[in-house]
């Protein structure tokens, strides 16, 4: 029998619907996948997966400006939902959370092969050195900072110092660093050999 009229769909929504394809729906603070679909020099759009498109633009584009200038078509990106629906019909995203996970995750490659970084030193203490790493604070304890660097103190606020990694704590924000083992490398690795020969020593003799 041919299909009634009143069967017909009444919206796209219902013809989605009725093919299995859904049309997903965002609450802000939903983490979603988006890939990237145009960049201006202000603005980034997203296709999201839903009826309307993700909008990365105003202060949201200023605090990751230089990732989303990175950032091309075709990009697939984690971000955050801040807005269901702005007035133009878009979904307003953040991916400063997405920038944070990139920094931390090249930190910890940094770790893994102690590679040397530049910092910048923010402000000297009774405990140590606070600095500026890839726009995360990090810390220099007082036992890790070299000779030198010692001497100098206050006179190293807002110069470069080069650094190796020793603690990460993502969750924590906790970035510990070592300016020692970079200046003294030399000493340190010296000192290392003739504390092996020594337990070597020990070993042979005991």
Aim: net charge neutral.
């Amino acid at each position: 029998a041919p299909a009634s009229k009143n069967n017909k769909p009444k919206s796209m929504e219902e013809l989605l619907a009725r093919t299995g394809f859904q049309i997903k729906s965002f609450q802000e603070g939903d983490e979603i996948e988006a890939t990237v679909t145009d960049i201006l020099p202000q603005t980034v759009t997203f296709n999201i997966g839903g009826k309307s498109e993700g909008i990365l633009t105003g202060p949201l584009f200023d605090e990751v400006r230089d990732l989303a200038r990175s950032l091309k078509s075709g990009d697939q990106v984690k971000a955050t939902v801040v807005d269901t629906e702005t007035r133009e019909g878009y979904v307003r995203l953040s991916l400063k959370q997405y920038a944070a996970n990139i920094q931390w995750d090249e930190l910890r490659k940094a770790q893994e092969n102690g590679k040397i970084l530049p910092a910048i030193v923010k402000s000297v203490n009774d405990k140590g050195m606070v600095v500026a790493l890839m726009g995360i604070v990090g810390f220099i304890p007082l036992s890790h900072v070299g000779k030198n660097a010692l001497q100098k103190g206050d006179r190293l606020v807002d110069e470069e110092v080069k650094l190796k990694i020793m603690e990460l704590d993502p969750k924590r924000g906790r970035v510990v660093l070592s300016e020692k083992a970079v200046s003294e490398a030399d000493q340190l690795e010296l000192e290392a050999k003739a504390i092996a020969k020594l337990k070597a020593g020990e070993i042979h003799t005991g």
